[in-house]
DNA sequence: TTGAAAGCGCTAACAC
DNA sequence: GTGTTAGCGCTTTCAA
């Protein structure tokens, strides 16, 4: 920019007046400047911008797994919003991790983002207190936080499973088992609630060996699965957790000589052309980063009231495996 | 930083060595250091950093859209890369839009991002000249630069698409139509080819009718696939250019009375538990994504040698769709 | 309409 | 082992 100035012949500040198209600059000086930034290929460094500004246009996004199919539509969204307020966004992903959740957020925090949406993978938030009293903006999506307050966008999971499992209850099963994530995820563990609710509602006994939450591994959901397919009391119907576990379970039913009833939490590509087609619980992820990013970007222009809790319900869908009657 | 010095009593300098680890300070000096850090709250201003050190250990990623099934395992897998080496990524979607592209890839620039990764929907990259000239390391993947020497990273489109017409046609099929994107963009047009050389090859006509690149917009597709299969000379079997176009192929040949062959261009999940399961070219995004980010981390530790090709195979992987016979 | 000077928070270079 | 000085490239302030 000093170059720019030199070769233009102008001070400093007229450069910067060009370069950010303030206003109080002569047409003819202008013109100048303009040739001279072409000549030279100059451009801005926003580094020195953000450093003298105090804040850097771009949000951080940390989450499970980008390449998730529940969270790549909500990155997505979140990066449309953050683009249609002229923002960036850094993201990252914590391989549910906390460890690796908080170094990331806290890189995302030294680089000075103006705001973070978070899907939690730890469940003590504390160490962003000092960030967070230092003006980052924060919005908790998917989990809530722990130890702290922020504004949070949930999926009403309880509900959700509590329905999915009482269609199956509906359709005639008493023998329902739940195959879901580690009940450490507060989403996993509010899904087995709603199961729990379900059967207990319908009253109906939980057999120990039907609750398997876990790791959605696949070598995993497949031994737990055949487990209770084949156990002494074996169920007639499974319940999944989420989309990683009802795409294993699409499988190992497929091998079974007879038909089990399923409903998977999350809905997913293609859920409809499988044999039988995939009767889920479905949200609508683009539409929780949507939601996110905007609470966060009200907070960028300054609202100030107490944090929010915005939860958002879920969709049952039939489409036919959870409408098979048990065997 | 100043302020921790001064509650530490130390200079600036001492409080620098602190926090960034440095040898050569006591252990008692350092013990003072820490507990103001901790008593102010205080965490290292990267923006300053970065404004000093020249560099970000950052790198960006353009691609055409994160949440497409396709690129999301390329940008989870550069982000591990970058995380390997210690960089932060931040990607941006051009939603196939060379304005878009451009736009993104100046902003990036101007935050200084030490490199980047780019699955070009510009098809020239001339812009980038300046940038590239100030020691923007830049890699190109999926499809190639225009007017621009950089490393690229590619997949044999041309032989992938030929094998897996070929593949129809050695199962009997003389008539067989291609649904693809829009040969503006170089996959798409090498997948053309592809399938234009697999027929004349064999000896067989394309009827105009049979070859349909545009977007992959559902109802595009739908309406070409049902031209096709409808018409005065009806195919037997379909080629499909991308995965999204797979997947809609997928519901239109669902609906017909009759079984019509399917070849799609890329893997998807579940693409074996349909009927009839997906034969399918598929190539390995995730590679593409973890070659690409190796060879720009190459470049950023220095490498000088001239810009270099490297084009990954595709894989024929039959399930059924594609052994069809004709009707 | 224009520009000079100060300084954002840090690190490199060089004292001491 | 420790501190001082200068300056990264920009914007802000204020004076001309």
Redesign the pocket.
Known sequence: ??DVAARA??????V??V??GE????P???RRVQESITALG?R??DS??I????HTASIGLVLEDLADPFYAPLSRAVEEVARAHGALLINGSSAEDPEREQELVLALCARRVDGLVIVPASDDHRYLEPEMAAGVATVFVDRPPGNVEADQVLVDSFAGAREGVAHLIAHGHRRVGFIGDVPRIHTAHERIRGYEAAMSGAGLPVHPGWLAPGSTDPGRVRADAERMLNGPEPVTAVFAGNNRVTVTLVRVLAELDRPVALVGFDDFELADMLSPPVTVVAQDPAQLGRTAAGLLFRRLEGAHDPPCLMTHPTTLITRGSGELPPA
């Open positions: 920019m000093k012949g102008v001070g400093l500040k007229t910067s007046r370069v950010n206003a109080g600059v002569s003819d000086t202008e100059f801005r460094n020195a911008r450093l003298r500004k105090g």
